[in-house]
């Protein structure tokens, strides 16, 4: 009886160490994805401490803040949720968002927590930034506003282009699927009629 229990509480171990490594398909990515706007909040919040130039602390963190929306819009962006997106100015001067998806099963496939991830700190990282903003002015500084200012333009845009990027994926898939029950249907109409 004794070995009975053990052997099963060693199996239920196995399971839950293995669940808890399958946690993240991509943790090295989600680990990147949450650094760079941990870092670029931290030095920002603690750059008053350390330094007294505003010069040091707006050009690190505007560069912290670049370089998250860098790894956003095309490392993590394409890795953990599947998507791409990009803005371009076409011939006429106009500017034309695009787009890409992995298709409708890659999709399907893809890690819910390394979703879960993606977006919440997308959107947490947002708020973060209002929040600050709203200190600085409260405080009166106007100087810090604009730091303040250029990072929440760079997360807001991250925001809106993964925004529209699935909201685009979602309407091909609906037309895959349109097409794929069409193609099937008619498919079983004219084997039907051939019968008859």
């Not at 229990?5 to 399971?15: C, V």
């Not at 993606?118 to 009166?140: C, D, E, K, P, Q």
């Not at 794929?180 to 004219?190: G, R």
Request: hydrophobic share 50%; charged share 15%.
């Amino acid at each position: 009886m004794q070995g009975f229990l053990s052997s099963s509480s060693n199996q239920t171990a196995r399971d839950f160490n293995q669940e808890t490594r399958e946690n993240y398909a991509n943790p090295k990515t989600c680990l990147f994805h949450v650094l760079f706007k941990a870092a670029a909040l931290a030095f920002y919040i603690l750059s008053a401490i350390f330094f007294s130039s505003f010069v040091i602390i707006f050009v690190v963190t505007v560069f912290l803040a670049a370089l998250d929306f860098w790894v956003v819009k095309n490392v993590s962006g394409r890795i953990l949720v599947g998507l791409r997106w990009w803005n371009e100015i076409n011939e006429q001067g106009e500017s034309v968002w695009k787009f890409e998806c992995l298709d409708q099963e890659s999709l399907a496939r893809m890690n819910k927590k390394d979703s879960w991830l993606f977006w919440w700190t997308l959107y947490l990282n947002a708020v973060a930034w209002i929040i600050l903003g709203i200190f600085s002015l409260i405080r009166f500084q106007a100087d810090y506003l604009l730091v303040i200012g250029v990072c929440l333009t760079l997360s807001i845009a991250n925001i809106v282009g993964f925004t529209k990027c699935r909201k685009d994926a979602k309407k091909q898939i609906q037309q895959f699927a349109s097409q794929t029950i069409a193609s099937k249907l008619s498919s079983t109409l004219q084997s039907a009629f051939s019968l008859v």
